[in-house]
């Protein structure tokens, strides 16, 4: 499945601070279909090159980062069992503070 | 060269008389322009301009809408907007606006919310204006520098707009003034540059029922919302758990291109005068992403699972939970966030006192012609700026992997020693960084790693700098 994966305010850092990854996720097989849960795991195992607890906090985001589904809070597709969907853009954004 | 010197104290002096009858100047001037506006405010406002108009059925009728003939005429612009008018410039010369933080988010709101007639402009800060603020608080001239920012924020506001009320608030906000002080304005701008305010503006901002205009910028991105709008979620709805103390960057630290706050600022500042005078469709439930380097906005949806758009859960907003003005003086935020509320830098003490040498004793081993190997563990970019003679520069991310590197460099400086004169000489390995607290944990590491000898340089370089030659370059 192809997705289009952007890190920012600071996300970026962990993955060789390149903001935006053109992927291809490959289901596992015996799934139909592909979930945020599914996503953040692959995410960690191949894009996060250090601190992965600035990232993750168990099997979600550690608090203070925001998830965007295609510009969407993900709270309102269902967080981790959202379903994504071929040509999704998910965003990974930590809130900043400083000014 | 001697009359160099002469003149150069010849000059030193008159400007230090000059400056101190400047100061002098400035203060009786706010003092008779603060006399000369409470007489204004006793007279009938038609009169503030001079030209007197007797009551005139034209005037009578254009006094309807509140605006005197001086403020249709500096506010004609906005007049002459169909979907602003005099309905919105009204509102908008009857409204209060508190600004918390005169930073690089609050200079450019500030003079923007001055300039446009916001009723009353009130301004919370505690600090003072620095030379490595200008580059991005615009709103403080370089005459200022060393003087609390709020005054400097203050009499920017009053000379561009000296018909409205400027307050100063020069003060730290706490749980212990901020329901007195939030309570005297309808919005609040929040400005500030740390995590801990940002909760305890947003929950006093519930606990007051007042919306809140919310901006952030760091590095080359910036981020926009609205709180707490007609029953828009809060701070808290949005992240009801605070992120990890290491996960709060900050500009002293990671840097911020000057204009990015102040294009934040700018947002903040229309937002807070859309609320102000009812006009357009305020960012709330929604957020705003600013990505300079990319030239990415972005706007994002987060309307969460709602009750007339607030959180159901959210501990200080949702439907079940009420958080009093009680609960709200006895909240630690900085206990809830791990962080301070000020953004002073970090002063880590994680060594024992023979493993850490003061910048004194260092450079008296360096003159003395000890043997050492001094290694600077700060980023790249931080090296270019300016670093100490001999020092090795490998960032603390990447020591680990570069121990090798430190054994050679000792074992050179031992072999170029000791073809010096015949005793072997015992070579110090010393480690410094910018304040002295990433240095600290290069010692822990390299201790760990077979350097038992390690030292840590207390003060980095700004202690190197306050210690030893007040002529290196600090930033």
Aim: aromatic letters at 6%; glycine letters at 8%.
């Amino acid at each position: 499945m192809h997705l289009t994966l952007e890190f920012g305010g600071g996300l970026e850092l962990l993955c060789d601070s390149v903001k935006i990854h053109n992927v291809d996720v490959e289901l596992k097989k015996g799934l139909e279909k592909l979930t945020m849960k599914d996503l953040l795991a692959w995410v960690r195992t191949n894009l996060i090159k250090e601190r992965p607890e600035m990232f993750m906090k168990g099997d979600t985001v550690r608090p203070g980062v925001l998830v965007l589904v295609n510009d969407c809070d993900w709270e309102l597709s269902g967080q981790l069992e959202t379903t994504l969907q071929e040509k999704d853009v998910v965003v990974f954004i930590s809130t900043l503070h400083g000014g | 060269m001697e009359s160099n010197g002469d003149d150069a104290a010849r000059i030193v002096a008159e400007l230090e008389t000059l400056k101190s009858a400047k100061s002098d100047i400035d203060s009786r001037i706010r003092a008779l322009e603060a006399q000369l506006r409470d007489l204004n405010l006793q007279k009938p406002a038609v009169c503030a301009n001079g030209s007197c108009h007797s009551g005139g059925s034209a005037v009578g009728s254009a006094l309807a809408h509140g605006l005197s003939p001086d403020m249709i005429y500096r506010y004609s612009r906005h007049l002459l907007l169909s979907s602003f008018g005099v309905q919105g410039q009204s509102k908008l010369v009857k409204s209060s606006i508190l600004v918390v933080g005169a930073g690089g988010l609050g200079a450019p709101a500030l003079m923007y919310l001055a300039a446009s007639g916001v009723g009353r402009l009130g301004i919370v800060d505690h600090d003072v204006v620095e030379l490595n603020n200008m580059h991005r608080q615009v709103i403080h001239t370089e005459a200022f520098i060393g003087q609390p920012k709020v005054k400097s924020a203050a009499a920017a506001c009053r000379s561009i707009n000296s018909s409205i009320q400027v307050v100063e608030h020069q003060e730290a906000l706490r749980t212990s003034n901020a329901i007195e002080i939030m309570s005297q304005y309808d919005i609040v701008v929040d400005a500030t540059d740390n995590a801990p305010s940002r909760y305890m503006i947003s929950d006093c901002c519930v606990v007051l029922g007042r919306p809140l205009v919310s901006g952030a910028a760091l590095g080359l991105e910036g981020q926009l919302t609205v709180y707490n709008y007609n029953g828009g979620p809060c701070y808290r709805c949005l992240f009801p758990t605070p992120p990890p103390a290491t996960a709060c960057q900050r500009c002293s630290d990671n840097g911020v291109l000057g204009v990015v706050p102040g294009i934040v600022g700018c947002l903040q500042a229309l937002e807070a005068i859309k609320i102000a005078s009812a006009i357009g469709e305020p960012l709330s439930g929604r957020m705003l992403l600013l990505d300079a380097l990319s030239a990415r906005v972005r706007i994002v949806c987060y309307q969460l699972v709602k009750i007339r758009g607030k959180s159901i859960h959210c501990e200080v907003c949702g439907e079940s939970t009420k958080f009093t003005k009680e609960q709200f003086k006895n909240f630690d935020y900085e206990n809830f966030t791990q962080s301070p509320l000020s953004a002073a830098p970090l002063k880590l003490n994680l060594l024992s006192e023979e493993s850490r040498i003061s910048s004194s004793e260092f450079k008296e081993k360096v003159t003395k012609g000890e043997p050492y190997v001094l290694i600077d563990v700060r980023p790249g970019h931080h090296f270019k700026i300016v670093s100490l003679p001999n020092a090795m520069n490998i960032p603390l991310s990447t020591l680990e992997g570069r121990l090798p590197e430190i054994s050679s460099a000792l074992k050179e400086e031992e072999h170029r020693r000791s073809s010096e004169s015949s005793e072997s000489p015992i070579v110090g390995l010393y480690v410094m960084c910018r304040r002295g607290n990433d240095s600290q944990r290069a010692v822990q590491l390299l201790q760990s790693m077979g350097f038992p000898s390690a030292k840590d340089i207390v003060g980095g370089l700004e202690g190197w700098a306050r210690e030893v030659d007040p002529d290196l370059p600090t930033y």
